[in-house]
């Protein structure tokens, strides 16, 4: 049978990169970093896999069918039909042939770190995690099935102060990456359930609350149609008005008086006007970042239970670029009650698209090599070898032809690699103990004695 070529392409949703992407990514996550340890958040990993039950019931519905699941070890199938005949259904077949997901986020897996560690962290406990995680979506423009979150989070604490440092958080670290005016919105998951045990929906808080999650996605007509199928009358949405047709910004001001006398309702407005006083009062953020109440801010997500935050960059066309919110009960599960938390996550891969679609990009990131020396002969190699290795004890990016081609292929080569000057060493600079550097980008040719060659890196890093 002939032998059939395998596909080249990764799965849907999933991408390589290649070196000047990495370059760039690692800005970001650099940069981030820099950001997250100045404000005190030590870092952490966790392993890319968890157990299946930890992450299910914890997103929500449609969170929880857009987990990846692992296939057990073995013969998977085995379980199954041992039990055949048995009228199994799907969520029963997944539970017997899978006990292990990949991560759909970092915050369950660090809940469950937290829980698993709590003898000897202490608290309140503040930790930035960078990694991948997997989410078996559709894939489109900004969202992809395998990518990068950069989280920060403190648990141990129900401070509203940590709040309004993260706020400040997601202000430095989009500074920090070039990027000016991002919006910050925020709004509070008591206002959105009180609003539901308002109307009368209480029991079905999650599907109202999904539907407004759904506000920056579809027309206002879209919005009352879902909230029509969903058993909202012309009663219900003249009462809920003031909120669908909120533009974002302050405080609303004319809530009903009925609306607020709701428990719930009070304490979410309660806790946004303190968070927001308080951000005011410390002056404008960095960046140029605004910060907006926006009543139909939701996140899906069903582990929230307090603030909670969306950024986006007005014009852009991205979408959301950063999340979060307080999560109150999220470690109770695995035993630890009352460790209350309240995280943040920039979301790495619509930031580098968005960087890469304004070409916002320093300058030092744009080159591959600071030398590249060619290659004219073994004499001339060996004496190069013991240049670079000099050259990149200093901190310079090296490297050389290996082997003695066309000059014309080697300067190839150098222009691919993005050197910044190219290195020569033949007969001639032998004799002369010298080296020619030619400047790639002016194309000015200099000869340099050996002992200076390490002198012109220090002076042109």
Request: hydrophobic share 35%.
């Given at each position: 049978?002939?032998?059939?070529?395998?596909?080249?392409?990764?799965?849907?949703?999933?991408r390589?990169?290649?070196s000047?992407?990495?370059?760039?990514r690692?800005?970001?996550?650099?940069?981030?970093r820099?950001?997250?340890?100045?404000?005190?958040?030590?870092?952490i990993e966790?392993?890319?896999?968890?157990?299946?039950?930890?992450?299910?019931?914890?997103?929500?519905?449609?969170?929880?069918?857009?987990i990846?699941?692992?296939?057990?070890?073995?013969?998977?199938?085995?379980?199954?039909?041992?039990?055949?005949g048995?009228?199994?259904?799907?969520k029963?077949?997944?539970?017997?042939?899978?006990?292990?997901?990949?991560?759909?986020?970092?915050?369950?897996?660090?809940?469950?770190?937290?829980?698993?560690?709590?003898?000897?962290?202490?608290?309140?406990?503040?930790?930035?995690?960078?990694?991948?995680?997997?989410?078996a979506?559709?894939?489109?423009?900004?969202?992809?099935?395998?990518?990068?979150?950069?989280?920060?989070?403190?648990?141990?604490?129900?401070?509203?102060?940590?709040?309004?440092?993260?706020i400040?958080?997601?202000?430095?670290?989009?500074?920090?990456?070039?990027?000016?005016g991002?919006?910050?919105?925020?709004?509070?998951?008591?206002?959105?359930?009180?609003?539901?045990e308002?109307?009368?929906?209480?029991?079905?808080?999650g599907?109202?609350?999904g539907?407004?999650?759904?506000s920056?996605?579809?027309?206002?007509?879209?919005?009352?149609?879902?909230?029509?199928k969903?058993?909202?009358?012309?009663?219900?949405?003249?009462?809920i008005?003031?909120?669908l047709?909120?533009?974002k910004?302050?405080?609303?001001e004319h809530?009903?008086?009925?609306?607020?006398?709701?428990?719930?309702?009070?304490?979410?407005l309660?806790?946004?006007?303190?968070?927001?006083?308080?951000?005011l009062?410390?002056?404008?953020?960095?960046?140029?970042?605004k910060l907006?109440?926006?009543?139909?801010?939701?996140?899906g997500?069903?582990?929230?239970?307090?603030?909670?935050?969306?950024?986006?960059?007005?014009?852009s066309?991205?979408?959301?670029i950063?999340?979060?919110?307080?999560?109150?009960?999220?470690?109770?599960?695995?035993g630890?009650?009352?460790?209350s938390?309240?995280?943040?996550?920039?979301?790495?891969?619509?930031?580098?698209?968005?960087?890469?679609?304004?070409?916002?990009?320093?300058d030092?990131?744009k080159?591959?090599?600071?030398?590249?020396?060619?290659?004219?002969?073994?004499?001339?190699?060996?004496?190069?070898?013991?240049?670079?290795?000099?050259?990149?004890?200093?901190?310079?990016?090296?490297?050389?032809?290996p082997?003695?081609?066309?000059?014309?292929k080697?300067?190839k080569?150098?222009h691919?690699?993005?050197a910044?000057?190219?290195?020569?060493?033949?007969?001639?600079?032998?004799?002369n103990?010298?080296?020619?550097l030619?400047?790639?980008?002016?194309?000015?040719?200099?000869?340099?004695?050996?002992?200076?060659?390490?002198?012109?890196?220090?002076?042109?890093?």
């Amino acid at each position: 049978m002939a032998n059939q070529s395998l596909p080249l392409s990764p799965p849907k949703g999933m991408r390589d990169f290649g070196s000047e992407e990495m370059r760039k990514r690692q800005f970001i996550f650099d940069r981030l970093r820099s950001v997250f340890l100045t404000f005190g958040y030590e870092g952490i990993e966790t392993p890319s896999m968890e157990r299946l039950d930890v992450l299910t019931g914890k997103y929500g519905q449609e969170g929880d069918r857009l987990i990846f699941k692992v296939l057990n070890s073995g013969d998977f199938m085995k379980p199954v039909a041992e039990n055949q005949g048995s009228g199994l259904e799907s969520k029963q077949i997944v539970g017997l042939i899978s006990e292990k997901a990949l991560r759909y986020d970092l915050t369950i897996p660090f809940a469950r770190f937290v829980s698993a560690n709590r003898g000897t962290l202490s608290f309140p406990f503040k930790r930035h995690q960078i990694q991948p995680v997997w989410r078996a979506d559709q894939p489109q423009k900004g969202r992809y099935r395998e990518f990068y979150q950069c989280d920060v989070d403190v648990v141990g604490s129900t401070s509203l102060w940590q709040e309004v440092e993260l706020i400040r958080v997601f202000a430095e670290g989009f500074e920090s990456l070039g990027i000016q005016g991002a919006e910050i919105h925020i709004n509070h998951r008591s206002l959105l359930m009180g609003l539901a045990e308002f109307l009368g929906f209480a029991e079905r808080a999650g599907a109202i609350i999904g539907i407004l999650d759904k506000s920056d996605k579809i027309s206002p007509e879209q919005l009352v149609e879902l909230l029509r199928k969903e058993g909202f009358t012309a009663e219900h949405l003249e009462k809920i008005e003031p909120i669908l047709n909120w533009s974002k910004g302050g405080l609303p001001e004319h809530l009903s008086g009925s609306m607020l006398e709701q428990t719930q309702v009070a304490h979410g407005l309660r806790e946004l006007s303190w968070v927001m006083e308080k951000c005011l009062n410390l002056g404008a953020l960095p960046g140029g970042a605004k910060l907006l109440f926006n009543p139909k801010l939701a996140r899906g997500l069903d582990y929230y239970t307090g603030c909670i935050f969306e950024v986006v960059i007005p014009g852009s066309g991205l979408g959301s670029i950063g999340g979060g919110g307080r999560y109150d009960n999220l470690t109770d599960m695995f035993g630890v009650p009352n460790l209350s938390g309240v995280g943040i996550s920039f979301g790495a891969e619509r930031i580098y698209d968005f960087l890469q679609q304004t070409n916002l990009w320093p300058d030092e990131i744009k080159s591959g090599l600071d030398y590249f020396f060619l290659n004219f002969d073994d004499s001339g190699a060996e004496i190069a070898m013991q240049f670079m290795a000099k050259l990149r004890s200093a901190g310079a990016r090296c490297d050389m032809y290996p082997e003695a081609s066309k000059i014309q292929k080697q300067m190839k080569y150098a222009h691919q690699r993005q050197a910044n000057y190219v290195v020569y060493i033949g007969e001639r600079e032998i004799e002369n103990q010298e080296v020619g550097l030619k400047n790639m980008e002016s194309g000015q040719q200099i000869n340099l004695p050996w002992d200076q060659l390490l002198t012109h890196y220090t002076n042109h890093p």
